[in-house]
């Protein structure tokens, strides 16, 4: 069987493929009128699931289309020198994956999808063209570019600044946020992602990672089950990301 497979949309459900979306105001049609909203809609001819494990597509694939996640989690990895995998990143429903290739036309790192997945290809070719007619689409891209920017940004300030329980806080309170985004809990968190891959994401060592989770479970602030973590403490959470936390609390 193949990674992943295409589900054609009923020509009937065309015009609403985007606008019914449950994702809709996360996405790359945020803010367009009803009738741009139609427009892109056309763009979008089929829906492709990808089984829990399998590549979206690989490094040094070429730039065909980008993807708007609309169900489950995927995370983007590189391979280093050394054949060791580097998660670059963690995508949910309501955000592009792609982005990496429009510099050089092909993709800069993989995408695995971490649960059975649902996204819908755009064209590439055709959004730039559609973009040049919408400067609203237009604006939309340059923001979502932007935004991945900033979070490059973002991740290399945890990188240089953050102790190692300061950036798992700080990860956890960023999935927290996006999820309650998407109309989820933001303190019932279900981690799709192994440890060792929040590790590779934060620039830990596994053993790291989860003494980690125990001292922040120690200090009151999260309760562990396997995969699904309760945040007991958001305000304290914060406090170990800032650096303001009273010592006399502990």
């Keep these: 069987m ?40 056309t763009l979008i001819l089929q829906r492709v699931k990808v089984r829990k ?11 065909h289309s980008l993807y708007a996640v609309r169900l489950g989690f995927f995370k983007t990895s590189v391979l280093s020198v050394d054949g060791r995998e580097q998660v ?11 982005l990496d290739a429009i510099s050089t ?10 649960e059975d997945c649902e996204v819908c290809p755009i064209p590439f070719a055709q959004l730039q063209q559609l973009s040049q007619a919408l400067p ?14 900033v979070r490059d940004h973002g991740m290399l300030l945890l990188m240089g600044n953050m102790s190692s329980d300061e950036r798992l806080a700080a990860f956890l309170l960023n999935l927290s946020q996006r999820l309650s985004l998407r109309g989820y809990s933001s303190r019932a968190l279900v981690l799709r992602m192994r ?6 994401y934060l620039g830990l060592r ?20 396997g995969k699904h973590v309760e945040i007991l403490d958001p305000e ?15």
Aim: negative net charge; contains cysteine.
């Design 2 to 41: 193949p990674p992943f497979e295409t589900q054609p949309i009923q020509v009937r459900y065309l015009k609403a493929a985007c606008s019914s979306c449950s994702v809709l105001e996360l996405c790359l049609p945020i803010g367009l009128s009803h009738h741009e909203v139609e427009r892109l809609d």
């Design 53 to 63: 494990g399998h590549a979206l597509y690989h490094a040094g694939d070429p730039l």
């Design 88 to 98: 670059t990143g963690f995508q949910m429903a309501g955000e592009i994956l792609g």
């Design 105 to 114: 036309d092909r993709h800069a790192c993989s995408a695995i999808a971490l």
């Design 136 to 149: 609203s689409l237009q604006h939309n891209l340059h923001k979502i570019l932007s935004r991945e920017i």
């Design 195 to 200: 440890r060792e891959e929040i590790g590779s």
């Design 206 to 225: 596994l053993e790291t990672i989860c003494r980690g989770f125990t001292h922040l479970r120690d200090q009151g602030l999260i309760h562990i089950d």
């Design 236 to 250: 304290g959470l914060k406090r170990r990301v800032t650096g303001c936390q009273n010592p006399g609390s502990e």
